[in-house]
């Protein structure tokens, strides 16, 4: 589809973002508060060329980054002849075709079917284990367009989850408990054994709880860290079809199409198993209270980790703040360092156990 320049010129909102790279062209428009260098950045280059800005510097962007700018490709600029008008050069009626079975969905035409290594007509589960060596560059090539996971209707809807159903859930549960440890506390019964024996016991007060509660988040920052290190980014032998799709439906989904919204925190069911499996160790390592109190801490930090990774994704926080510095880092780790930057709600355990992405060595996001 040839589009004048003229025409480009005209889309410069936020309703309608329109940018270049050399004579193609791209409707940015989805993807303006997604950019996380955000939204006021990208439109103060519609219209323009933006070849300069992606090849650096100050930031050369990624491979994934250029392949991601293609799923906005509307058309090539038209070169302008004397003695025809706009009107005769512009057909805005041709439009890009989507892939079959997608066409209620404009992002399905960020793939082409064709030449996919799967079949996006069919979920996706049970394909992954067979592309073996492949798989993991396959899933690391972020598209962004809605996944299927499961053939059940009923399945896949219980394999998503809106953001909001996490505060529904579990902000309950942690007020509940807040209130149940602080209480407990209060009447002084609480005791911490400094031996094996009752002989040596230190009374804990109410005024404790805080401070149990900011430990709970502390450690459940360490285990944020890890579950995403060890567990979301393991490397599945290319041989084992069932480590492959068990790694796809944990974390690989999500490296594929970040930006599927329903697919950006964890369903409550199996959040449920692994926060009960914690909460029995926890208990078993402390007196009761302690043990809840300390527990209630790390379910918040749990409840703040889901959050701030849906926001990461979605939102668009204001310019040099500390949501801004942790989404661009965050879209770094998925646009080329997956094997760094595994911290969401914060780089303190990439600083301590040097996974940091150190800008200095950046050579794109």
């Not at 009626?93 to 290594?117: F, H, N």
């Not at 049970?126 to 592309?131: A, P, S, Y």
């Not at 988040?217 to 069932?242: D, G, T, V």
């Amino acid at each position: 589809m040839a589009i004048p320049v003229a025409e480009v010129r005209r889309h410069r909102s936020a309703a309608s973002c329109w940018v270049l790279r050399g004579r193609r062209v791209y409707d940015v428009t989805g993807f303006l508060r997604l950019h996380p260098g955000g939204e006021r950045l990208l439109l103060s280059r519609a219209g323009g060329d933006v070849g300069r800005d992606l090849h650096g510097p100050p930031h050369r962007h990624s491979r994934n980054a250029l392949r991601w700018l293609e799923q906005y490709y509307i058309g090539a600029l038209q070169e302008e002849c004397a003695g025809q008008t706009s009107k005769e050069r512009w057909h805005p009626e041709i439009t890009v075709p989507l892939a079959a079975g997608c066409k209620m969905d404009p992002r399905c035409k960020g793939v082409d079917s064709d030449k996919d290594l799967v079949d996006w007509n069919k979920p996706l589960l049970w394909q992954v284990g067979h592309l073996r060596e492949k798989y993991d560059e396959w899933v690391h090539q972020p598209v962004n367009r809605p996944i299927r996971l499961f053939h059940s209707d009923f399945i896949e809807s219980c394999s998503k989850t809106a953001w909001y159903v996490v505060l529904a859930v579990w902000v309950p549960v942690v007020l509940y408990f807040s209130w149940f440890c602080y209480t407990s506390l209060a009447q002084g019964n609480t005791r911490l054994f400094t031996s094996f024996t009752t002989e040596y016991a230190i009374p804990v007060h109410q005024y404790c709880f805080p401070l149990f509660f900011l430990l709970g988040m502390l450690i459940w920052s360490l285990l944020e860290y890890a579950i995403h290190r060890f567990i979301f980014h393991m490397k599945p032998p290319a041989s084992n079809y069932y480590l492959i799709v068990l790694h796809f439906m944990l974390h690989g989904q999500h490296h594929k199409s970040p930006y599927d919204s329903s697919r950006l925190v964890f369903p409550p069911v199996p959040a449920s198993l692994v926060i009960g499996f914690f909460c029995g160790i926890i208990l078993l390592l402390f007196p009761k209270i302690v043990g809840l109190s300390i527990f209630v801490g790390g379910l918040f930090g749990y409840i703040m980790y889901d959050m701030i990774h849906y926001y990461l994704h979605y939102g668009s926080p204001k310019e040099g703040s500390y949501l801004y510095g942790l989404k661009a880092y965050h879209v770094k780790h998925h646009f080329e360092h997956q094997k760094s930057g595994f911290g969401i709600t914060s780089k303190l355990w990439d600083h301590s156990f040097h996974t940091l992405i150190r800008e200095e060595t950046e050579k794109a996001h």
